[in-house]
């Protein structure tokens, strides 16, 4: 759950399994022949801080071919991760999306910090238009700075004048919801719509 209900007047959401469910296993169970193997090329070949990069800034092609370089006996795989990216991404987590709407309809603003590649992120706007309904949006890697660094929680109070004990923000990853806490923000650990629901109408949100 969150703090005491307090003064929030604006969400902030993560997007990445809050509400567009990723996971690179989609993808690689259809390439791998069991589990062990998603977990061990995954663990040691394209591992979460070599994707982080790209959250960051670089560009698959780089971080493709930087890691072809490395191992190429696993090249076919490793180009899936860009080629087939959209696999990793299915669909919506389960009923977020209705709780945005739910806010937009109590004329919330509504903002996202996201940790996404640029190339990815525009994959992502155009398969899923919601997200160019957010007043504004801090994608890590048009600013080269990731979560769970405090500057990135900074930079979104900066650019839109908004005040950190008035915001709420919502993500899964235990680590930003202690950054966003930091900065003087409400944070939401979300695992589940039926959670965060409870969390916004306790809050007076919806």
Known sequence: MTEQPRAISTVVFDIGNVL???????????????PDEVERFLA??????????????RSFAEGVAELVAR???????IRAYDERWDEMAPGLVPGTLSLMERLEEEGVPLYAIT???AEKFERA??????????????????????KPDRAIFELLLQRYGLKAEACLFID???????AARAVGMAAHHFRGAAELEQTLAALRLI
């Open 20 to 34: 567009i469910e990723w996971d690179p296993r989609h993808l690689y169970r259809r390439i791998f022949d069991g």
């Open 44 to 57: 040691t070949i394209c591992t979460s801080a070599w994707n982080l990069e790209q959250d960051r800034g």
């Open 71 to 77: 191992h190429p006996e696993h090249e076919a795989a």
């Open 115 to 117: 940790n996404f590649s």
């Open 125 to 146: 706007r155009a398969r899923f238009p919601f997200l160019d309904r957010f007043l504004g949006a801090i994608v890590s890697a048009h600013v080269r700075l990731v």
């Open 172 to 178: 899964d990853s235990a680590a930003n919801i202690a």
